[in-house]
């Protein structure tokens, strides 16, 4: 039979710890190399089971003790932290990005990507337990890597309507304090002039800058439409006001989610019983067939 194996001491039961912590709270060599316990990363170990790889933020606190004072989560890490949408073309299943302050080597470990600020200070916040750099300094940082496009997805998505994580004249101050020469300050400051606060979906963004970069004058977000008693009716995605014209993101929970289909239909027979056109857009059309898409919206005003 086998022999019974004591527990963890209380103080490291329930995060990882530092071989040179299991030490001094009387674990044994034998014991930190018992098969209970696992290595999240050189020189830790942790008694618990091995995180799912969407476990952003349990895979963060496995790793912080072995960070240097001051590191930050940052780049996407801090992004699925913070409960923002990947933009496209950076891949939210990669390593755990650090930063740590200037002079600071930087860390080498599987699983973990390093990075070097140029000031030692810069704004963070604490999130799911862990140290975070702030939405703020994140978007500066992927400035450079990320095209016009998906710095305004990622904009707008930090000034959401539901949950926002900053507002967007934090942004705006941000980008207007950055020395001159700072990587990509020019494409972000240019992003910044399509942000808008209070959408919903990072697709409705790509909709909004479709059209914008066809030439057709920007559509307002998520507009109450009200009927002639004032009860609101319908939010369209996108509107034209003035022409009457609404236009619907439809992912696919509106046609696998019963009850959001039906929504969807009452929504669309209300606006047009007020005499608005409604264009309904997919994925398809935003991201195969934009010229579509455009078109549809182009004959909707012109009518």
Do not use: K
């Amino acid at each position: 039979m086998p022999a019974h194996r004591a527990p963890l001491p209380p103080p490291l039961a329930a995060r990882s710890f530092t071989v040179a912590e299991g030490r001094d709270a009387g674990l044994t060599p034998a014991q930190l190399r018992r098969a209970s316990l696992r290595a999240p990363t050189r020189g830790l170990r942790i008694g618990a089971p091995e995180p799912e790889p969407d476990d952003v933020a349990r895979r963060c606190r496995e790793v912080a003790p072995a960070l240097p004072p001051g590191a930050l989560f940052c780049h996407m890490t801090a992004l699925a932290l913070l409960g923002v949408d990947a933009p496209l073309g950076l891949d939210p299943d990669g390593p755990l990005h650090v930063q740590v302050g200037p002079g600071c080597t930087l860390p080498r470990r599987v699983g973990v990507r390093g990075h070097v600020r140029s000031r030692a200070d810069v704004p963070s916040r604490r999130v799911a337990g862990v140290d975070v750099l702030a939405p703020e300094g994140v978007v500066v940082q992927l400035a450079a890597a990320l095209p016009p496009r998906e710095l305004v997805v990622l904009g707008d998505a930090l000034v959401r309507r539901r949950r926002p994580v900053c507002r967007l004249d934090d942004l705006v101050a941000t980008v207007a304090a950055l020395p001159p020469g700072t990587r990509g300050v020019r494409r972000l400051r240019e992003a910044l002039r399509h942000v808008r606060p209070g959408t919903d979906s990072p697709m409705e963004t790509r909709l909004r800058w479709l059209l914008v970069q066809a030439g057709l004058p920007c559509p307002e977000v998520n507009v109450l439409v009200r009927d002639s008693s004032g009860w609101v009716v319908a939010m369209p995605d996108l509107a034209y006001v003035r022409e009457r014209v609404a236009i619907e993101y439809d992912g696919d929970v509106h046609r696998t989610d019963r009850a959001t289909w039906r929504r969807d239909i009452a929504r669309r027979q209300a606006l047009e019983s007020l005499g608005w056109r409604v264009v309904t857009c997919t994925a398809d059309d935003v991201l195969r067939h934009p010229d579509r898409a455009v078109a549809w919206v182009r004959r909707a005003l012109r009518r």
